[in-house]
Nanobody
């Protein structure tokens, strides 16, 4: 069964860090770009970051540049999102999803969405 499973969310104080994991099952990540999206209550789903399989190129939305880092571990078939200097506005459910080879910037280009992991940034 092809699926992506997110983990690593939680409650963290402003300025803190979390590392999210997106583990692939039933397929290899070698041929797919993986995107991280987030959705806060009452807001549209937003692409936060993406990493391509073809050349490892990355994308970050402006609001997280310099604070978030996306990476992949081919041996573990997992993509990570390291989040630092977290802000209350980063609070959302974070999802990962796949698209063939190169990053895309529209949610409809992605499939095999995970169940999401909640990130709450609050004091």
């Amino acid at each position: 069964q092809v699926q992506l499973v997110e983990s690593g969310g939680g409650l963290v104080q402003p300025g803190g860090s979390l590392r999210l994991s997106c583990a692939a099952a039933g397929f290899t990540l070698d041929y797919y770009a993986i995107g991280w999206f987030r959705q806060a209550p009452g807001k549209e789903r937003e692409e936060v970051s993406c990493i391509s399989s073809s050349d490892g190129s990355t994308y970050y939305v402006d609001s997280v540049k310099g604070r978030f880092t996306i990476s992949r571990d081919h041996a573990k078939n997992t993509v990570y999102l390291q989040m630092s200097s977290l802000k209350p506005e980063d609070t959302a459910v974070y999802y990962c999803a796949k698209t063939p080879f190169r990053c895309a910037h529209y949610a409809y280009s992605f499939d095999s969405w995970g169940q999401g992991t909640q990130v709450t940034v609050s004091s």
